[in-house]
């Protein structure tokens, strides 16, 4: 399996004091993360409710990192528009929620926005392969999505790797990202699984220097 090289580091805001954004964004600039996570949820789709295209938009201005948008949502068809005028970079859509994924992908990137797929902890990659060719990212939840703070589920990483192998055997260009569980204790497991993008929120924001925990995750050094 080849291996990546680089890896970036993509701070997820869910873990943040939502009434101070604009402190929690002086952190994730200063830190040198290489994007920003938002985490989407509805109380439909996953046990939690967060926020939707208004705090999207109120934050655009706070960074100039891309905004890694997560519909953890029902019908995420219907927001794409909303999402995309917020200003996301990419958005992230469950293969779990989407009869028509294909479509979806299309609607997103016809909106201006990379597109991106996701899986829980209990679908194989085998649900997403006839997409593949089509997404810029593929989000691998290793943790069952709602909230933060929980433990890595180890086997999920097998996915990773799964992935990997496909991209290199067919010549597709998305990133992998592994959401859920990643800190200094998970960290090189999960770069050593072949992932390109690590997504960290609870120990991002409980780090005493946040700089040093993007590079220590991030594996750089």
């Not at 990133?175 to 993008?197: F, H, W």
Request: hydrophobic letters at 40%; one cysteine or more.
């Amino acid at each position: 399996m080849k291996k990546t090289d680089t890896h970036l580091y993509a701070a997820s805001i869910l873990s943040a004091d939502f009434s101070c954004l604009e402190k929690a964004f002086d952190r994730i600039n200063a830190s040198g993360a290489d994007w920003v996570h938002l985490d989407v949820m509805d109380g439909r789709f996953v046990p939690n409710i967060t926020f939707g295209p208004k705090l999207v938009r109120d934050i655009r201005p706070l960074t100039r990192l891309p905004l890694d948008v997560h519909l953890m949502i029902c019908e995420p068809e219907k927001y794409i528009e909303e999402f995309a005028d917020a200003g996301a970079d990419y958005l992230t859509f469950h293969i779990e929620e989407s009869v028509h994924a294909h479509r979806i992908i299309q609607n997103i990137r016809s909106a201006g926005v990379k597109p991106g797929i996701s899986i829980v902890p209990s679908t194989p990659v085998s649900a997403i392969y006839e997409v593949l060719p089509f997404v810029d990212v593929i989000l691998i939840m290793t943790v069952n999505p709602g909230f933060g703070g929980q433990e890595l589920i180890r086997s999920c990483l097998k996915k990773v790797g799964q992935l990997k192998e496909l991209s290199a055997a067919h010549d597709f260009s998305y990133l992998v990202s592994v959401d859920g569980g990643v800190n200094r204790e998970t960290a090189e497991t999960v770069r050593d699984a072949g992932t390109d993008v690590l997504v960290s929120g609870s120990a991002f924001f409980k780090a005493e220097d946040p700089v040093e925990e993007v590079r220590f995750v991030r594996g750089d050094g």
